[in-house]
Each structure stands twice: as structure tokens, then as C-alpha cells.
């Protein structure tokens, strides 16, 4: 093994994310507590981690021990405006504490407005399949933003659009529950309506904004790379999944298959990409999945899966991702990546050799500015509960208890150096050392 060590660029910003409805804890005027109350996830989301009871502060002076420089949470839109008609002042209070804390702990505070959760009253009145929703949402967005920006100027306006659509309208694992492509569409177009207000209002009230989408990047290979119609289905997925948010962001034009609707209000509405990605597989053409685009999903045969299965530990779609961020010209910010792992047996390499392939992207001269590893503290994770646990340090949802995993020490001394180093493989994931750092 070479001994060596990769630097990323001075002032890289280094964190983890979080969101409202998996964090809080008692986050009862959602569309996700009544989900839960319907039996629709694993288990119920309780307490979370309680950060409403005031646990943000032990979490972030993790976060701030451990070397973090910045941390991306979610503010919940159901607690600052619980009615139609009523704004919360309390709850934007506690949102500027959070800030606060966060200044007082120097790190640097992005905060995402929408993170798939909605108050009941919008969801009553049909949430994003309603074209009323994005200027409700601007109205929020002004609120809080307004309440909120003497201690950020980062902003995420919707985390992963591409997600939210499909798990709630195609797939029906997210309420409301549906599968109709229609409507999916529809959902879609105000959801690009809804970011293209808010990234007005934002910059009405801010004007050093910086504003983006929390995209969900997934990698998608032709099972046979030879065959047309598998070349031809990777392509479809590709560009329904992936592209149509941040080409509708870019041009003001939303494309879906055989679906085209001008919105030109949305044009050029991005200061930076947020990317998401956790996972990449191979597609191949089936007539028997006509929902999905004609796609059946494999990870490769030979994948390092994750402990539910959720995720392949595929980096080189991580270098990707960041690629094909490139190609929309702004500054790139990874808002989330991370693995689920209760024994943290995978992590470790899972983390060292994403941050492998984040370093070679700065050398590539894309514009990456900053890493958000999910997740802080395991946290509920939407329909799959308390199954999934992606935090660097473990939680004991019966007792609050935290423990810190290993990998929280290997992101620490990435942290804390600015740095990846063979040392560090070695100590922490030496399975990988020929691999990361071959001779
Ligand atoms: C992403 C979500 C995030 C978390 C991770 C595991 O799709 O944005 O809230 O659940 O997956």
C-alpha cells in the first residue's frame, strides 16, 4: 500500500443532515403522522430524535466536536404555519435558536424548506396536486425565510422533488399513496412552480441568496450494454428520474416522456446543485413493468449491499453524479450521502470511498463546495421506520442514548484534516487499502 493523502480545497465545507419530521420527535400536524397512525411505516417516529425537546444542542456539539463546519437541517412547514390562516411564532422562534446554536458552535447553517413533509390542512386540500400549493408555499417560504435569514443565507427550497413524486404518486409508499402517472405529472409541474416562487422571494428578501434543490441522483447502467431496448429503458428512467427537476430549473421547461409544459418563471432558478446519492443499478426492459417505464432494477450480482438491501456501495456513480452535476454550470453541494448500517461494518469503507471519489471531482475542477454525510444520529426513516439506521452515532430510541459509531471517528479525522489518508483507511477500513491507495 502507498502511504498518501488527498486535501480538499481550503474552506470545504464539512457536515451532516438531518430533517424535521425525522429528527423532532411529536411532529403531529403532518401528513406523515397520519401515515403512521394508519399503519402505513415499520414503526411510528415518537420522540425521534427529539430535537423539539431541545436535544438538537447535544447533537450539534457532536457534530461541532467532531470537526463538522456545517450542518443542513429542515424547517417543519406544518409547525410554523399549523393553519391556513395562523403562522407560529414559537416555532419560528425555536428555528433561530437552532441557528443560533449553530453560529455559537461556528458552523455554517443550510436549511431546506420542504423535506416531504406537509401540514395536514395542505394535505386535505390535495398538497401539490393543487395548483393553489406553490404560492402557499412561496407565503411560507417568505415567512420563514424573513424570520430566519440574520443566520443563513443557504437555502434548499425542496429536497429531492424526484423522490417525493415518485414514492407518493408512483410507487405509493409516501402519502398520499397513489400510483398514476398523471398525476405525478401534475405534481410535478407545481412542485417546479412552488421552487420557482420561492427562489424569487428568497432573493426579494436576501440578495446573497444562495438557493437550490436537494436533487436525488440515481445511477442507472443497461443491464446489457449491448441491447438497445435496455440502452433505450436506462435513458427513459434516466431522464424522468434525474433530469427533469433540474432541467425545468435551468430552461423553464418541464419535460416528462410524452409531456411538455412551459414554466418559464422557473428559468435559470439555481444557485448551486444540491446532489443526493446513495446508490446506483442496472436496468434492463421488461414488458411486465409498464408503471415503470418498461424498467426491471438489479443491483450488479456482485454489489456490496447495504444491511437492508436498500443500497449498493457503488462510488464510481457517486463521481458520476457529481459530473453530471457539473453540466449545469453552478457551484456543486453533496446534501446527502450515506448508508444504512446498524453494526457500522459497512460504513467505514462505504464513507472513505465516497470521499475517494469527492476528491477526485475537485481535481476534475467541478465545482464542489461542501459534503452533508446522512445522517447525524440514526433517525426515522419514512416508511421504513426505525429499520434503517444511518447515523454516525447509534440511537436508543427507547432511552435517547446515543453512542458514537466508528465511523464517526473516521469522519472526524476527515473533518478535522480536510483530509483522506491511507493511515486512516488502514485504521478504519483496511479491507479497502489496495484498493484506495494501490502502490
Ligand atoms: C433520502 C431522504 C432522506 C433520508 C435518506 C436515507 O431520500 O432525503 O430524508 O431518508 O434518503
Known amino acids: 500500500m502507498a502511504k498518501a493523502k488527498i486535501q480538499f480545497p481550503r474552506g470545504f465545507l464539512w457536515g451532516t443532515a438531518t430533517a424535521s419530521h425525522q429528527v423532532e420527535g411529536n411532529n403531529k400536524n403532518n401528513n ?7 399503519g402505513k411505516t ?5 420522540l425521534a430524535c427529539d430535537w423539539w425537546g431541545g436535544r438538537w444542542r447535544e447533537d450539534l456539539d457532536r457534530a461541532a466536536e467532531t470537526g463538522q463546519n456545517a450542518h443542513r437541517f429542515s424547517v417543519a412547514w406544518s409547525r410554523i404555519q399549523p393553519e391556513k390562516n395562523r403562522w407560529d411564532e414559537g416555532a419560528l422562534n425555536r428555528y433561530r435558536d437552532i441557528l443560533r446554536g449553530l453560529r455559537e458552535r461556528n458552523m455554517t447553517a443550510m436549511v431546506t424548506l420542504h423535506h416531504f413533509s406537509n401540514p395536514l390542512w395542505l394535505e386535505d386540500m390535495g398538497a401539490w396536486e393543487n395548483d393553489e400549493t406553490p404560492q402557499l408555499f412561496a407565503d411560507f417560504v417568505r415567512k420563514t425565510v424573513s424570520a430566519l435569514k440574520e443566520y443563513t443565507n443557504l437555502w434548499v427550497t425542496i429536497n429531492e422533488p424526484n423522490v417525493y413524486t415518485y414514492s407518493a404518486y408512483i410507487d405509493g409508499v409516501f402519502p398520499p399513496g397513489k400510483k398514476d402517472l398523471n398525476i405525478a405529472f401534475e405534481v410535478m409541474v407545481n412542485l417546479v412552480r412552488g421552487h420557482a416562487l420561492a427562489y424569487k422571494v428568497i432573493h426579494e428578501i436576501q440578495h446573497e441568496a444562495r438557493v437550490g434543490i436537494a436533487h436525488n441522483y440515481y445511477s442507472i447502467k443497461p443491464k446489457n450494454a449491448y441491447s438497445p431496448l435496455d440502452k433505450w429503458v436506462t435513458k427513459a428512467q434516466s431522464n424522468a ?3 427533469f427537476f433540474p432541467k425545468a430549473a435551468t430552461d423553464g421547461v418541464a419535460k416528462f416522456l410524452w409531456k411538455k409544459v412551459k414554466v418559464p418563471e422557473a428559468e435559470n432558478t439555481q444557485d448551486f446543485m444540491g446532489v443526493n446519492y446513495y446508490t446506483r443499478d442496472q436496468v434492463s426492459f421488461s414488458l411486465s413493468m409498464a408503471g415503470k417505464l418498461f424498467g426491471k432494477r438489479y443491483f450488479p450480482e456482485d454489489a456490496d449491499l447495504s444491511e437492508t438491501g436498500m443500497i449498493a456501495n457503488e462510488p464510481e456513480g457517486f463521481f458520476e453524479a457529481m459530473r453530471w452535476a457539473s453540466g449545469f454550470g453552478k457551484d456543486i453541494i453533496v446534501t446527502e450521502n450515506g448508508v444504512e448500517d446498524s453494526t457500522d461494518e459497512m460504513r467505514p469503507r462505504y464513507l472513505a470511498e465516497h470521499i475517494m471519489q469527492l476528491w477526485r471531482a475537485t481535481n476534475f475542477g467541478w465545482r464542489v463546495k461542501g459534503y452533508f454525510h446522512w445522517s447525524l444520529v440514526d433517525n426515522f426513516e419514512w416508511e421504513r421506520g426505525w429499520t434503517q439506521r444511518f447515523g454516525l452515532w447509534e440511537l436508543d ?20 484534516t480536510n483530509s483522506l489518508s491511507s493511515k486512516m483507511i488502514e485504521e478504519y477500513c483496511p479491507e479497502i487499502t489496495e484498493k484506495l491507495f494501490p502502490d
Do not use: F, V
Open 32 to 38: 406523515w403522522h397520519a401515515w403512521e397512525e394508519a
Open 42 to 46: 415499520a414503526d411510528k417516529s415518537g
Open 241 to 243: 428520474y434525474n433530469n
Open 397 to 416: 430510541i427507547e432511552t435517547q442514548k446515543r453512542k458514537k459509531r466508528k465511523s464517526a471517528e473516521l469522519y472526524e479525522e476527515i473533518c478535522k
